[in-house]
């Protein structure tokens, strides 16, 4: 297991480095108002994508993973992730559409979208969505060569045809490259992703057979997860639309920049729990006394990285982006204090997404409501560091909340 969470987080970084080298580029690129509205229409696609995939791409990693084992010599394991197939893609026909249909008139009435912006929120989210989860055929099976080749093109084509599009229209074309050319851009690398995921991951899109068995074991794992993932989604984007509503779209440029930055450390969180969740789904009392002993035996390294980040901060913030975002900071500062603790916690996180979805739900919308009420305050009170005091205070939070109930759940053992 090790040498798997080892090799997802080194393609994990590869795909995040080269995502982090656009946002870098369109930061130093743009002015802070263009770069600011960029951050918060991916902001509104992260969170459209999440409405769209719901619980279904966990939901099938611990649905086909859970009791599999246990099931005849001749059962064909695929046939649950034919079946997962099957409630997903109604899922989207009768659900999907709809909601991307009522975001788009709810968001378009807070923002006056173009007609290209319009046309992302209805393509975008749908297709990447949709890609996101033909990728979790792989982390299902086990399969986390191709899973990380998918999971790494996801930011390679993006950052590809960004600098192709740059050099064809700035180099070429002698024109300057436009927040417009940004939005077209992104929209032709999302229908090209999916074709490619689509042609990548054809012999498991099959829609197998109706099983009410079935089907009320996936209900009670896609449904708690599902919300939690909302939840998960609104706890990291509502900054962004919180801090705009407040201060306008420029304070969101120089949020972002620190933010997209302190989102280095969680690629270890992300590939400790695509690994965890499927090894948690076989045993999962063993890998929570394993937790306890890696938390006590790394805490002392966690405590030295955040020093060591605090530190260094004003040197990276502006070698990478320059000195027109120095206010970014003390953003990235406080940011990074919860975003390596995370680190350490996640693996308690993963362990309630497996076999307690529903304490996952609980700790969610506590943390969303921390950080939508004490954003709203300490935005107006502390500026742009009262969201990032907001952000913390959520986490310190959740990590109290995971580590009392893994506990008490250790004791009663």
């Known amino acids: 297991m090790k040498k798997t969470v080892i090799i997802i987080t080194l393609f994990n970084f590869l795909a995040a480095g080269i995502g982090f080298f656009t946002n870098v580029i369109l930061a130093r690129y743009f002015s802070y108002e263009t770069y600011g509205r960029i951050s918060l229409l991916l902001s509104l696609n992260a969170i459209l994508i999440v409405f769209l995939q719901f619980g279904f791409q966990n939901g099938m990693v611990i649905f086909y993973n859970k009791e599999t084992q246990k099931q005849g010599v001749d059962f064909n394991p695929l046939y649950k992730i034919f079946f997962v197939n099957r409630q997903y893609f109604k899922y989207l026909l009768f659900l999907g559409f709809p909601i991307i249909i009522i975001f788009l008139v709810i968001t378009n009435y807070l923002y006056s979208f173009s007609t290209t912006e319009k046309i992302f929120i209805l393509l975008a989210p749908l297709l990447l969505g949709v890609y996101t989860y033909f990728t979790t055929y792989y982390q299902t099976v086990g399969k986390w060569i191709k899973y990380n080749i998918l999971n790494t093109l996801y930011s390679l084509l993006k950052a590809i045809f960004l600098l192709a599009f740059f050099f064809v229209i700035y180099y070429i074309q002698k024109q300057q490259f436009t927040y417009n050319d940004y939005v077209l851009l992104?929209?032709?690398?999302?229908?090209?992703?999916?074709?490619?995921?689509?042609?990548?991951?054809?012999?498991?899109?099959?829609?197998?057979?109706?099983?009410?068995?079935?089907?009320?074991?996936?209900?009670?794992?896609?449904?708690?997860?599902?919300?939690?993932?909302?939840?998960?989604?609104?706890?990291?984007?509502?900054?962004?639309?919180?801090?705009?509503?407040?201060?306008?779209?420029?304070?969101?440029?120089?949020?972002?920049?620190?933010?997209?930055?302190?989102?280095?450390?969680?690629?270890?969180?992300?590939?400790?729990?695509?690994?965890?969740?499927?090894?948690?789904?076989?045993?999962?009392?063993?890998?929570?006394?394993?937790?306890?002993?890696?938390?006590?035996?790394?805490?002392?390294?966690?405590i030295l990285s955040i020093i060591v980040v605090y530190f260094l901060s004003p040197y990276i913030i502006?070698?990478?982006?320059?000195?027109?975002?120095?206010?970014?900071?003390?953003?990235?500062?406080?940011?990074?204090?919860?975003?390596?603790?995370?680190?350490?916690?996640?693996?308690?996180?993963?362990?309630?997404?497996?076999?307690?979805?529903?304490?996952?739900?609980?700790?969610?919308?506590?943390?969303?409501?921390?950080i939508l009420i004490l954003g709203i305050i300490?935005?107006?009170?502390?500026?742009?560091?009262?969201?990032?005091?907001?952000?913390?205070?959520?986490?310190?939070?959740a990590w109290g909340y995971l580590y009392i109930k893994s506990k008490r759940i250790v004791r009663k053992s």
């Open 186 to 302: 992104f929209i032709t690398y999302s229908i090209v992703l999916f074709i490619i995921g689509l042609l990548y991951s054809k012999k498991y899109i099959q829609i197998g057979e109706q099983n009410k068995d079935w089907g009320k074991v996936l209900n009670k794992l896609v449904i708690p997860i599902g919300l939690s993932n909302l939840l998960v989604i609104l706890i990291m984007r509502i900054d962004n639309i919180l801090i705009e509503y407040s201060l306008g779209i420029e304070k969101v440029a120089i949020y972002s920049a620190a933010n997209s930055l302190a989102f280095v450390f969680p690629l270890f969180t992300g590939s400790i729990m695509k690994v965890l969740m499927k090894e948690i789904s076989k045993n999962s009392l063993a890998y929570l006394d394993k937790i306890f002993f890696y938390q006590k035996k790394y805490f002392i390294y966690l």
């Open 378 to 397: 300490f935005v107006n009170v502390f500026n742009l560091k009262g969201m990032a005091f907001a952000i913390v205070l959520s986490r310190f939070f």
């Open 318 to 370: 502006t070698l990478i982006f320059g000195h027109k975002y120095i206010p970014s900071i003390p953003i990235f500062q406080i940011l990074s204090i919860v975003y390596i603790g995370g680190i350490f916690f996640t693996p308690l996180e993963s362990y309630f997404y497996t076999e307690a979805p529903k304490n996952i739900f609980i700790l969610k919308i506590s943390q969303f409501l921390i």
